[in-house]
């Protein structure tokens, strides 16, 4: 979002720069004197947000420590899930790569319906129930996530269970559907696709507002050179918005690798295997699922542990936001933002 | 309920002017206060019900149970952190060293709540099956894959099984009930379950689910499922009737009790100490069973705690916090002659100095 608002910032004090000092000269030193202020309220907030981030980075090291040096053997002692002659590095490798699957899977099913949703809004949809429209997609963000839990768990998990016979039937060649279907339903499939309308709301309300920025300027030269109305989004919309969908998408991944509630709440964990078989039982499970399963019973070393996990959850986060920035800010001078 | 009305209002109609006299009223412990303690969630919905026992009996005190899981329960008692706590599982050697440390006296430690855990199926027109243990270890194994299987058949005479697979569901998070249930297994037919006992499911690639709730909507969800639970908890669920000797025993509040009566208690501990090696093939009593400790130091630093604990403690060994419990939670009362004991080591907690 910031790396979007960010060219126009320049722009602004330039807009004002003229009526700026009439003002000053007119109210006099009480301005100066909360603007003295209001800059160190800002600036304050600023440096906490810093300070937040680092304690928790401090925090997670230092806890993560123990068991990051900890043997094989005195780790298999305290957490139970860790057979003997485990890494600790054997063990997170699966979760992470579940956590990666999870996310990219509901984002890979999030990411046409969003962008659909954010196009009807802005170019389609009558502007009355493009504004209905609109709340109602962010209402869906407001649904606590233990309640998409239980919604996945006792209602999606039972009415997609014969779809995922199905495709494991028909499609089982296909190496994500390969493997014995689960007759619960609670598999990673599932998550996946709760993960996905769980993150359409960010994602739809970033698409839609970058959508409605595009230049009439641009849509209406497209339209004069005979363009009908879907390719004015292709040649004028999409390419506008670029930038803007991705920090959207990043946005929506960031939120489905950090999901905790629901994905505990429906998926049959499995741990020690890396698999593709998303329509199997037990095959996968998420760092965050996995810390909120373990931590009521651990003690001693095994809160390390998943305290552990836990640092690597917040590397991946960290990486993929970093990559995202990346990519945003190389996009950003090809786009028709400019 | 016209019990605990008549007590309630008995305590009120007592409680303006009874400050000097107070002793001539049944209730009028004159206990008042605030006691926060937690510890195994599967005692929770017994010690809910025990608090508002508790708190009727005594309207000026609080009594806070905080479900974190025994391990967080057992931490927090070592640490001083809840001066009373459940566990299911009975403090070890090092940290009932630790504990007695923080005590500065001995720790009282006796099994508090026994519930049947109860192996339920969801098989349409079924509601008991046979099974000995050597079936139920198979089963959960996955050594058994078929309703209809032979080993199962073969102890269901007259039952029509049907030609359906087995999917097994456990729970997903450490727990309680699994380390229980495997334990049962592991010493009844070790040839068979060869795992080591813990408080997680020991075999990859089943079907699993969250809390004893899931585990139950998992099962009910399915068809062919079995899965173990808190008795109380399962509904309209079809049960296993274990095999212990010669015959198939139905789980029941009272077969469950019986095994902690007739099970030996650990030795080289100290007095007030009664921990359980459980033994899981006396005929005619339920053999899987959850017991979960109720833990507390015999000596506290203060008074007011000290009385609250001894107070709750006793409240929950009487003859209405055991049917409180047995009516709101399922938990077996505790068999008549084990209570005395542990009263006496509850009469006896005290504050130090």
């Known amino acids: 979002m910031t790396t979007t608002d960010s060219p126009q910032r320049p722009a602004r004090p330039g807009d004002h720069a003229e009526r700026a000092p009439a003002r000053r000269r007119r109210r006099g030193t009480t301005e100066r004197g909360f603007n003295r202020v209001f800059r160190w309220i800002a600036t304050g907030a600023g440096a906490f947000i810093l300070a937040t981030l680092a304690a928790v980075a401090l925090f997670l090291l230092i806890r993560a420590w123990p068991a990051l040096t900890a043997s094989e053997d005195e780790l298999s002692d305290a957490v139970g899930r860790i057979p003997e002659g485990t890494s600790l590095l054997e063990f997170v490798g699966p979760l992470i790569f579940g956590t990666l699957l999870a996310a990219l899977l509901a984002l890979a099913l999030a990411m046409p319906v969003a962008m659909g949703i954010g196009l009807f809004i802005s170019h389609y949809a009558p502007p009355r129930l493009a504004q209905v429209l609109g709340y109602l997609v962010d209402l869906l963000a407001a649904i606590p996530s233990v309640v998409y839990g239980l919604w996945g768990f006792l209602v999606l998990a039972p009415v997609l269970k014969p779809f995922w016979f199905w495709l494991g039937e028909n499609l089982g060649w296909f190496p994500l559907f390969a493997g014995q279907v689960s007759a619960t339903g609670k598999v990673l499939a599932t998550v996946s696709v709760v993960l996905a309308v769980m993150i359409l709301p960010i994602i739809t309300a970033v698409s839609r507002e970058v959508f409605l920025q595009t230049p009439k300027l641009h849509e209406e030269a497209a339209l004069a050179l005979g363009a009908t109305r879907w390719e004015v989004i292709r040649v004028a919309v999409l390419p506008f918005g670029r930038s803007g969908v991705m920090s959207a998408a990043m946005l929506g991944l960031g939120r489905a690798l950090g999901e905790t509630m629901a994905v505990l709440m429906i998926i049959s964990p499995g741990f020690l295997v890396y698999s593709l078989e998303i329509l199997a039982a037990a095959r996968h499970n998420t760092i965050a699922a996995f810390i909120a399963l373990d931590f009521a019973e651990a003690s001693g070393l095994g809160v390390n542990a998943l305290i552990a996990t836990g640092l690597a959850l917040f590397l991946i986060t960290m990486a993929v936001n970093m990559t995202a920035r990346a990519i945003v800010a190389r996009r950003k001078d090809f786009s028709g933002a400019n | ?353």
């Open chain 2, 1 to 353: 309920m016209v019990g605990a009305l008549a007590l309630s209002l008995a305590a009120c109609g007592s409680d303006p002017g009874a400050d000097p006299s107070g002793e001539g009223s049944e209730s009028g412990t004159g206990l008042s206060g605030e006691l926060s303690g937690g510890g195994a969630s599967s005692q929770e919905s017994a010690m809910e019900a025990w608090r508002a026992g508790f708190q009727s009996q005594n309207p000026d005190v609080t009594v806070n149970y905080d479900p974190t899981g025994s391990g967080t329960g057992r931490e927090n008692f070592i640490s001083g952190a809840f001066p009373f706590i459940g566990s299911d599982a009975a403090l070890d050697d090092e940290e009932m060293a630790a504990a007695e440390e923080q005590c500065g006296s001995d720790v009282i430690e006796y099994p508090g709540y026994i519930s049947p855990v109860a192996v339920a199926f969801n098989l349409e027109g079924i509601d008991s099956v046979n099974m000995d243990p050597e079936t139920i270890a198979g089963v959960f194994k996955g050594d058994i894959t078929k309703w209809n299987d032979e080993a199962i058949a073969a102890h269901n005479e007259g039952v029509d099984l049907p030609d359906l697979d087995i999917t097994v569901v456990h729970r997903s998070d450490p727990s309680g009930t699994t380390e229980n249930f495997v334990e049962y297994m592991s010493t009844v037919v070790p040839d068979v379950w060869d795992f080591e006992v813990e408080d997680v499911w020991p075999i990859d690639g089943q079907e699993s689910a969250q809390g004893t709730s899931g585990v139950v909507s998992t099962v009910t969800a399915g068809e062919g499922t079995i899965g173990y639970a808190d008795a109380s908890q399962i509904g309209e669920l079809g049960t296993v009737a274990v095999g212990v000797g010669d015959e198939f025993v139905e789980y029941s509040p009272e077969a469950a009790a019986a095994v902690v009566s007739e099970s030996p208690r650990v030795e080289g501990t100290a007095d007030s100490v009664w921990a359980y090696e459980l033994a899981r093939d006396i005929p005619g009593t339920y053999p899987i069973v959850l017991v979960s400790y109720h833990i507390a130091c015999a000596t506290y630093e203060d008074q007011e705690t000290a009385d609250l604990v001894k107070g709750l403690y006793s409240y929950i060994l009487s003859d209405e916090g055991q049917a409180q419990g047995t009516e709101s939670a399922g938990s077996a009362p505790v068999a008549e002659e084990l209570r005395t004991e542990y009263m006496t080591a509850v009469e006896s907690i005290s504050a130090a100095g």
